[in-house]
Structure formats: C-alpha cells, structure tokens
C-alpha cells in the first residue's frame, strides 16, 4: 500500500510518538510553515532545527529561512539520487 508520503529515494522513519501531538505543540511560526513545506517533516525534526536556531540567537525569520534551506538541500539530494537511478536504469 502506498501511502501519502510520494515518490521519494530518501529514507523512512517509523515515528513512536503521535505525530498530531507533536504538530499541535509547535509554534504558530514553525506550524505555518510546515503547513506549506514540499517535503513531509516530522515535527521532531522540524523543532531541533527550530530549537537550535533560536539557541544560536536567530531570530524567527531567520529560522524560518534555515529551515527552507534545510529542505532545499533535503530535496537536492533526492534529485540526484533519482538521476543516478535513471541514469543506471539507460
């Protein structure tokens, strides 16, 4: 069964926690942006990197800011997995 989660290369985690809770506990900020992110966060993830940015003394924009560059990056590397899989599929 597929489920809601696309056609990715990138690793799966199985989550122990509830995700909703989780959600529910975020900043509005951090939740607004999740909300429109391309990739399907785990709230964990997205709070660690949210925690350590505002520990680093960034503001939320700022961090908000990091977080997008995180999922560039994040999305970078599945497209190059996916050329290298098409490529060896030739």
């Known amino acids: ?26 900043p509005t900020p951090l939740r607004r942006w999740l909300a429109q992110a391309v990739l399907p966060w785990s709230p964990t993830s997205a709070r660690r990197i949210w925690t350590k940015s505002l520990a680093k003394g960034r503001t939320a924009e700022e961090t908000l800011v990091s977080l997008s560059q995180a999922e560039a990056r994040t999305l970078a590397r599945d497209r190059l997995s996916t050329v290298s899989n098409l490529n060896s599929q030739i």
């Open 1 to 26: 069964m597929s489920r809601n989660l696309g056609q990715s290369s990138l690793r799966r985690k199985r989550r122990s926690s509830d995700p909703m809770a989780a959600y529910d506990a975020l």
